[in-house]
């Protein structure tokens, strides 16, 4: 099973909201990912976990606040999002971080008003 | 920096056609390299990867791609397409140890029966 799992499918917020978005997996992997996809443009790293502890962020704005709970769930807490923040959020994972695989979820697609 | 080019950014073919898709990375180390695929409103899907071994990988759908150390490239071969095989490919590369998967820009492909 490389199932990865991702809630809501769909997110529409105003820009004073404050939301979540959530992943999960059951594959025991060690290493979770977010990235933002815009339209036809390829996916954009936004933040990896390494066995629960953040180990990227690749200077993503404070308004996106990632939270890993546990090593099958990790979140991405939305809160006075622009816009330009409009996109597709993908989760992805790994059983590890030296390169190997990753599964992608299929998406949160997020619209900012 | 590590970057990866796809040249090819529409493709358009006929069904039976014979595919072939650029991919060009920059980095001299040891490198991960991974072909995904986007079918329309569906999510990414590993269609194959390279870590060691035989340069010359084979993937689900009929799909392979041989890696050419020398120029620095990873294309991707199909022999026949068909209609179905019609979405937006991505090239990605990581470095060898490194949590990072960087994403070329894409290449569309329209299959027509």
């Known amino acids: 099973d490389t199932e990865v799992t991702q809630t809501p499918k769909h997110l529409v917020m105003g820009m004073t909201n404050k939301k979540s978005l959530k992943c999960e997996q059951h594959?025991?992997?060690?290493?979770m990912y977010w990235y933002k996809q815009k339209a036809k443009k390829p996916p954009e790293l936004m933040f990896v976990y390494s066995y629960e502890k953040l180990s990227i962020n690749e200077s993503v704005p404070s308004r996106f606040s990632p939270e890993c709970p546990n090593s099958s769930l990790l979140n991405l807490h939305l809160h006075a999002l622009q816009p330009e923040d409009s996109a597709l959020y993908l989760c992805?994972?790994?059983?590890?971080?030296?390169?190997?695989?990753?599964?992608f979820g299929p998406g949160t697609r997020l619209l900012v008003l | 920096a590590q970057s990866v080019s796809q040249h090819n950014h529409h493709v358009i073919l006929s069904e039976a056609a014979s595919l072939e898709l650029g991919c060009n990375y920059s980095?001299?180390?040891?490198?991960?390299l991974f072909w995904y695929v986007q079918y329309p409103g569906q999510h990414l899907q590993l269609l194959l990867k390279y870590f060691s071994g035989d340069p010359l990988v084979k993937g689900i759908k009929g799909f392979e791609a041989e890696f050419i150390k020398s120029k620095f490239s990873f294309n991707l071969r199909k022999p026949s397409v068909q209609w179905s095989d019609t979405a937006e490919y991505f090239c990605a590369v990581n470095a060898y140890g490194t949590d990072k998967l960087i994403f070329g820009t894409g290449t569309r492909l329209q299959v027509f029966p």
């Open positions: 980095y001299g180390g040891t490198v991960n």
């Open positions: 992805a994972s790994s059983q590890g971080t030296a390169g190997e695989t990753q599964y």
């Open positions: 594959m025991g992997h060690r290493a």
